[in-house]
T-cell receptor, first 114, second 116 residues
């Protein structure tokens, strides 16, 4: 199976920087996704990494190291609206197809304090 | 482009009943995946359909089934409902871009099912 681990909860203050880590163990790795989910809402796509390195998108950046089975999501200049659950998901190569299903971690609940 | 839509948004059923949930993917997307989300278990994969064929299946009992129509719309059915089936059911669609092309899953708003 897939073991995807991320911290259950994190807290930070407005304006700060927070790093949410995700470690995984899987065969046939084919990409890592980060999603944001506000309470009572659907997950929304934040970022995707398939090659090693850092992907930057505004205040959010995501890093991947395939050899270490490790990723992190970096949130800068935190705002109150960033309080949400952050889900790490790993995609494996699908059978007979380039598409594979996503395996989600349990999510990290981030609370941003004023 | 319109996003993924799911109906109904909320549903209350009693044990033993059955329920059918509907999902319309983003226009042009042919892959539809279904997930169950509960506070204790997080997001659990149910199944994925592509071009009317079930391509992947999670570890759920046979009471959970689905199908996909030629227009890519999908339905999932849960028969003989149990209290533990109370959850948020999410549908996600993605495009098929061929070899080496990244496809992202986009989620619908979900159907919140309460079983009494």
């Amino acid at each position: 199976g897939q073991n995807i681990d991320q911290p259950t909860e994190m807290t930070a203050t407005e304006g700060a920087i927070v790093q949410i880590n995700c470690t995984y163990q899987t065969s046939g790795f084919n990409g890592l996704f980060w999603y944001q989910q506000h309470a009572g809402e659907a997950p929304t796509f934040l970022s995707y990494n398939v090659l090693d390195g850092l992907e930057e998108k505004g205040r959010f950046s995501s890093f991947l190291s395939r050899s270490k089975g490790y990723s992190y999501l970096l949130l800068k200049e935190l705002q109150m609206k960033d309080s949400a659950s952050y889900l790490c998901a790993v995609r494996r190569v699908g059978r007979g197809s380039t598409l594979g299903r996503l395996y989600f971690g349990r999510g990290t609940q981030l609370t941003v304090w004023p | 482009k319109a996003g993924v839509t799911q109906t109904p948004r909320y549903l209350i059923k009693t044990r033993g009943q059955q329920v059918t949930l509907s999902c319309s993917p983003i226009s042009g997307h042919r892959s539809v995946s279904w997930y169950q989300q509960t506070p204790g278990q997080g997001l659990q994969f149910l199944f994925e359909y592509f071009s009317e064929t079930q391509r992947n299946k999670g570890n759920f009992p046979g009471r959970f089934s689905g199908r996909q129509f030629s227009n890519s719309r999908s339905e999932m059915n849960v028969s003989t409902l149990e209290l533990g089936d109370s959850a948020l059911y999410l549908c996600a669609s993605s495009s098929w871009g061929g070899q080496g092309v990244m496809e992202t899953q986009y989620f619908g708003p979900g159907t919140r099912l309460l079983v009494l």
